[in-house]
């Protein structure tokens, strides 16, 4: 039986705009599908209380040739 090592993530964020609602203005599809075909995978949502999205969370297995 051979360890195998522990998947190592990068994550990034991207924050929604918003009007002068505090309410999301646009829908953030385009930069999602951009972010999703560079290999990023939304992970989770951080919500202001009262409702609204502050950040959308993504997170890809980081690369054997990055930096840490």
């Not at 924050?15 to 505090?22: Q, V």
């Amino acid at each position: 039986m051979t360890d195998t090592p522990a998947t190592e993530w990068e994550y990034e964020t991207l924050r929604p705009a918003r009007d002068a609602t505090k309410k999301e203005a646009t829908d953030p599809k385009a930069r999602l599908n951009e972010l999703g075909a560079a290999g990023w995978e939304l992970a989770e949502t951080i919500s202001y209380e009262g409702g609204g999205t502050k950040y959308l969370v993504l997170k890809r297995p980081r690369s054997t040739t990055q930096s840490a």
